[in-house]
């Protein structure tokens, strides 16, 4: 008997230290592992200066999140020209304050916000696993999902208030406008495709007459959203909700983007291509977790310092 199962009770036992060891890496280190990642992008009119934005996004914030939220106000050293909220701030609805709090110093910035489905509702205990299962079916969100029953609705209309009162242009299915060291910033924004708020035949059209540069901006980067916005001639597409994939596969990469975005644009700069129109895409790997899912492997939490350069 000994010689029979030993060695599968051996096997099983070290398995189970790996998987607990891997879990408690992911949970307790990843997860609070804060990045920033750096990307040049080159949008900008010949002679430009170069302008810094900062982009953050899914900061799913939770009460009692300190290192997050230190974190978060100590970005506002890297003195931006801009800041861009992509949202899902929420993973928690006693969290506003918080949110603002950790904000706060970077709400002292130009800055512009899109809200994500956590900002309304608050988020539902379920298997992992699922999200690998709608990626076989194509559903994602209510994308071919039933509506959602049950949910918590968050409190988001003192963040929407806050937000406005610093200055930050709402683009929930909407257009807006910065002037910054002489350039004209036109942004046209979406309301979460995620849960079908999106409205683009409301701002559709191209970007604005005499703009310097025009921008999209959305939550969730779903193909409708990327195709209309490149269709109609923008070059720059700011996006987060895939956590980069959070739990993501060593030398391989995400297995899931939450959305029908492939794989391989799961984080970070790519383009995107429709006919003869193509456009800068940014899609960042946000910096917080589902509250039931505090983890995050292979995928460090970050917010991006985007350079937007003159074109070459």
């Avoid at 509506?147 to 208030?161: I, L």
């Avoid at 959305?218 to 720059?236: E, I, M, Q």
């Amino acid at each position: 008997m000994r010689a029979r199962y030993g060695v599968p009770l051996k096997v099983t036992a070290v398995g189970a230290a790996v998987g607990a060891a891997g879990l408690a890496y992911a949970a307790g280190f990843e997860a609070r592992s804060f990045r920033l990642r750096r990307v040049t992008v080159p949008v900008l009119p010949h002679g430009a200066r170069p302008l810094r934005v900062l982009q953050v996004s899914d900061i799913h914030m939770v009460c009692g999140q300190r290192k997050k939220r230190a974190w978060l106000q100590s970005l506002a050293g890297l003195r931006p020209d801009f800041v861009v909220n992509t949202g899902d701030n929420l993973s928690d609805p006693d969290a506003v304050p918080e949110v603002l709090d950790a904000l706060g110093p970077l709400m002292e910035f130009p800055g512009v916000y899109v809200f994500g489905s956590n900002d309304y509702y608050g988020p539902k205990l379920r298997n992992p696993a699922r999200y690998l299962l709608e990626k076989v079916q194509g559903k994602h969100g209510l994308n071919g999902n039933a509506p959602a029953v049950g949910v918590v609705h968050n409190p988001w209309e003192p963040m929407r208030d806050a937000f406005d009162e610093a200055g930050w242009l709402d683009l929930s299915n909407t257009r807006g406008r910065l002037k910054l060291d002489g350039l004209e910033l036109a942004f046209t924004g979406l309301d979460d495709p995620h849960i079908k708020r999106d409205r683009y035949a409301e701002v559709q059209g191209g970007p604005e007459t005499g703009a310097d540069l025009s921008i999209g901006v959305v939550h969730a980067p779903y193909l409708r959203s990327l195709d209309a916005f490149t269709a109609d001639g923008y070059p720059l597409i700011l996006a987060g909700h895939t956590h980069g994939g959070q739990l993501c596969i060593p030398f391989y990469g995400a297995l899931v983007t939450n959305c029908d975005l492939d794989t391989d644009r799961v984080k970070g700069l790519s383009t995107h291509t429709v006919g003869d129109q193509r456009a800068y895409l940014h899609v960042s790997a946000g910096c917080g977790t589902n509250r039931y899912t505090p983890v995050r492997f292979a995928c460090p939490p970050e917010a991006t310092l985007l350079t937007l350069a003159p074109k070459a």
